[in-house]
T-cell receptor, first 115, second 115 residues
Framework: KAGVTQTPRYLIKTRGQQVTLSCSPI?????VSWYQQTPGQGLQFLFE???????NKGNFPGRFSGRQFSNSRSEMNVSTLELGDSALYLC??????????????FGDGTRLSIL | AQSVTQLDSHVSVSEGTPVLLRCNYS??????LFWYVQHPNKGLQLLLK??????LVKGINGFEAEFKKSETSFHLTKPSAHMSDAAEYFC?????????????FGTGTRLKVLA
């Protein structure tokens, strides 16, 4: 079974631009979550989508948005990029999502660098 | 409220000696608990999960964890450390907080293995 696939793996942008990251979950998984990981702040939850609906959201500004398609694939968008958005962005999929006894399975992440 | 506390931010062991990474949780009911490992510039990999079956859970790469309800602990152990075990480890609980679903992460323990 294929794992969670994130594209692209690396991305370099400049301040003020916008970026879209993509995540293909494991087949059959209905939940997709996104996380931001930085050395200073650690792992921070962005949002979870379940069957195309945002089920939960972390404490990030509105510049961070996401969506989930009917095939469970998900995209995350960050607008008006700031230097502090430089991070590893991780996507995780799960059969039933948070609150269930099912674990998340993570992709290898997208490393976003802002110049 | 549900929470996860990893008691050590850094642990150093010599190769061939036992590993103990400590995790305490607070939960109003029997939780689902997970341990993940993260190697540099990679995503999180599931090591093992506890979902109210056997209290001693065996995972991959020789790791195991014991769920102790009386101590609200879920410590990760390995009899003999290998150099390849050097990584960051996360303890996670899957929570249902009165209809808000979350995976709650510990702050991580960085394991160093000395030759």
């Amino acid at each position: 079974k294929a794992g969670v696939t994130q594209t692209p793996r690396y991305l370099i942008k400049t301040r003020g631009q916008q970026v879209t990251l993509s995540c293909s979950p494991i087949s059959g998984h209905r939940s997709v979550s996104w996380y931001q990981q930085t050395p200073g702040q650690g792992l921070q939850f962005l949002f979870e989508y379940f069957s195309e609906t945002q089920r939960n959201k972390g404490n990030f500004p509105g510049r961070f948005s996401g969506r989930q398609f009917s095939n469970s694939r998900s995209e995350m968008n960050v607008s008006t990029l700031e230097l502090g958005d430089s991070a590893l962005y991780l996507c995780a999929s799960s059969l039933e999502g948070a609150g269930s006894n099912q674990p998340q399975h993570f992709g290898d992440g997208t490393r976003l660098s802002i110049l | 409220a549900q929470s996860v506390t990893q008691l050590d931010s850094h642990v150093s062991v010599s190769e061939g000696t036992p590993v103990l990474l400590r995790c305490n949780y607070s939960s109003s009911y029997s939780p689902s608990l997970f341990w993940y490992v993260q190697h540099p510039n990679k995503g999180l990999q599931l090591l093992l999960k506890y979902t109210s079956a056997a209290t001693l859970v065996k995972g991959i790469n020789g790791f195991e964890a014991e769920f102790k309800k009386s101590e609200t602990s879920f410590h990760l152990t390995k009899p003999s450390a290998h150099m390849s075990d050097a990584a960051e480890y996360f303890c996670v609980v899957s929570a249902d907080l009165s209809g808000t679903y979350k995976y709650i992460f510990g702050t991580g323990t960085r394991l160093k293995v000395l030759a």
